[in-house]
């Protein structure tokens, strides 16, 4: 997609660790990112979220501990 292809032009991701880091939380459950797997990025942490869908990233308290986490790495 466009958005992915600008991200990947702002930083030099891979083959590196990512500076600023990166992490991407994505599920094989996402129906309205397709495929699902294009939510992973090389150099990034990529966080399978089994069973979630696009909305879940939002509601669930699962997700927001992730976010938490990830901030306070």
């Known amino acids: 997609s466009d958005d992915m ?40 942490e990529n966080v399978e979220m089994p069973g979630f869908t696009h909305y879940s990233y939002l509601l669930h308290p699962d997700a927001w501990q992730r976010v938490f986490e990830a901030l306070h790495s």
């Open 5 to 44: 292809t600008r991200l990947a032009r702002q930083v030099p991701w891979a083959g590196r660790p990512a500076l600023p880091r990166l992490v991407s939380m994505w599920s094989h459950s996402d129906v309205i990112l397709l495929p699902a797997t294009s939510a992973r990025l090389e150099g990034a």
